[in-house]
């Protein structure tokens, strides 16, 4: 069993839904990630954070995506208007560094229909 | 740039036998080398990792793998598989000093009974 929680495990959302995921990091990882990754096994990075604190994003998690990391809550990624593009198993990842030795969720599936 | 490679998308052998899955990798710097293993799915399961020192390190599960700076390879070994083997391996290059990690495209291992 994964110590970083994700959740739902499926999602299954219209598009133009917002789609919301969450992420419970490993406890003591200060630093979490969000990765896409699609049907052909590519991994996209999309943002990462220490603590509450954004450290880098792509361009696409700043325009149509949204997160966060509030303190004593779960990280959250949410798709403000889903477009079909964006079905993809997304993970989300924590580590004490930051460069190494990230421990992963199961992933949360999203499907745009 | 910055490159992660694996040349072979699928690997098959039979339940006992040895097998060698490989990565290459372009990078400035130093960084950080790993595998991951991903159950039909589910996350990314940590198997190990290379920093600095002995070159074959011992991961999970009788995995290894050996770093080559001459080859830039980090190509991942075990000496006899299980069916439970039977994943997508995934090679993974992190430098020392950014909080982001590249990911290969993958090797689907199937062991046959």
């Known amino acids: 069993n994964s110590k970083v929680i994700q959740t739902p495990r499926y999602l299954v959302k219209g598009q133009g839904q917002k789609a919301k995921m969450r992420c419970i990091p490993e406890k003591g990882h200060p630093v979490v990630f969000w990765y896409q990754q699609n049907k052909n096994n590519e991994f996209k990075f999309l943002i990462n954070f220490q603590n509450q604190e954004v450290l880098q994003q792509i361009d696409m998690t700043e325009k149509r995506f949204s997160a966060e990391c509030p303190s004593n809550s779960p990280c959250s990624l949410e798709i403000q208007s889903s477009e079909a593009g964006d079905s993809a198993l997304y993970l989300c990842a924590s580590s004490l560094q930051g460069n190494s030795d990230y421990t992963f969720g199961s992933g949360t599936r999203l499907l745009v229909i | 740039t910055q490159t992660v490679s694996q040349s072979d998308a699928h690997v098959t052998v039979f339940e006992g036998d040895s097998v060698e899955l490989r990565c290459n990798y372009s990078?400035?710097?130093?960084?950080?080398l790993s595998w991951y293993i991903q159950h039909h799915g589910r996350g990314l399961q940590f198997l190990l990792k290379?920093?600095?020192?002995?070159?074959v390190v011992q991961g999970v599960n009788g995995f290894e793998a050996e770093f080559s700076k001459s080859d830039s390879s980090f190509h991942l070994r075990k000496a006899s598989v299980h069916w439970s083997d039977s994943a997508v391996y995934f090679c993974?290059?992190?430098?020392?000093?950014?909080?982001?990690?590249?990911f290969g495209k993958g090797t689907h291992l199937h062991v046959l009974p």
């Open positions: 990078y400035g710097g130093s960084i950080y």
């Open positions: 993974a290059a992190s430098s020392t000093n950014a909080y982001k990690v590249i």
């Open positions: 290379y920093y600095s020192g002995n070159p």
